[in-house]
């Protein structure tokens, strides 16, 4: 990476009181900018088409435990390309995932075989100890990972310099690999965004709640009183691939929650109320923020490693081969 180019990943820098460097764009910011609906609406786009019509990516990566251990172990194995000790075996899973109130290391196990069962991981044995197994992504997995990089990228280019976010949109794999080892050391930033938001844990918690969720805030968009048009329940399932009782028995317990109103007529519509519109816009911008830090420590760790390597970054790994998912076109 030229040096104007990583001169410039320090606009958006700010320095702390200690004296240290803060990169990135503050939530506060990105909520202040005047581009901010827009970017909350193509992230809610982006979020509401991720993986399109495969509904084994749809029911099988948007499931919340499944999504944390996804990737956990997509961070472990870049990491481990310097760290062989981070290489992700089920051990070290379940004890990084205590600390993430990931609990039961059956519970765990059981949603590593069902990832291997799936195609999204393989267990390998490990190099320098055969008797442990290595759990390693499968081109599925990784071309998966690209595209939710490139989906809550999308969004940034609105308010910042497009070309920061061009390897993320363009699905560049040595950048990937940079994010996901940049994203192991910030796991507890990359948390935040949903433990300190009650109302959008509650949906990510939820088989397919974030979906369900942002489908909902596609359906107000422009609707007089935040409102769904009638029929929402039948329309969300469809897109979610989920029952519609599932559907309603979760707008239920929001309503019990007073995020949402349910009309008096059951199914007529279902009401956005102002509790949980502030969350989606709360966590938008702490996730866009997240995802701004992170894109630039990325960049200048590629720069690093590309540095002391002397060399152009490193070609797909010979058992990436092209991966049986649609890829929607990057928006820059």
Known sequence: MKGDSLSRLGRGADLTQSGETQIGRSPEEIRSHPGFPAARDRLVDAIAALYGNDV??????????????????????????????????????????????????????????????????????????????????????????????????????????????????????????????????????????????????????????????????????????????????????????????????????AARMGLVALSPVRGDYVEVLPALKQAVDRWVAESLAAIDRTTRLALIHRAGAGNMRRCDPPAPDAHETKAPIARPASRR
């Not at 690209?146 to 390897?167: H, I, K, N, Q, V």
């Open 56 to 253: 084994r990516m749809i029911r099988g990566l948007v499931r919340y435990e499944r999504a944390v251990v996804f990737m956990l172990l997509l961070c472990l194995d870049a990491s481990s390309r310097e760290n062989p000790h981070d290489a992700a075996t089920l051990g070290r899973l379940c004890d990084i995932l205590e600390a993430m109130n990931v609990h039961g290391r059956r519970r765990i196990a059981d949603i590593v075989s069902g990832l291997c069962r799936d195609g999204f991981i393989v267990s390998e044995p490990a190099p320098r100890d055969r008797r442990v197994r290595v759990l390693k992504p499968t081109p599925l997995m990784l071309e998966a990972d690209r595209l939710w990089l490139a989906a809550f990228c999308s969004p940034l280019p609105l308010l910042y310099d497009a070309e920061t976010y061009a390897p993320a949109l363009e699905l560049d794999r040595s950048f990937q690999t940079s994010f996901r080892i940049v994203s192991l050391r910030e796991i507890d930033v990359a948390a935040r965004p949903i433990a300190e938001n009650p109302a959008i844990d509650f949906f990510i918690r939820r088989d397919v709640g974030i979906r369900v969720l942002m489908v909902m805030m596609q359906s107000i968009r422009g609707q007089e009183g935040q409102r769904t048009q009638p029929g929402f329940y039948s329309a969300a399932a469809r897109r979610c691939y989920v029952s519609r009782n599932h559907v309603r028995n979760l707008l239920e317990e």
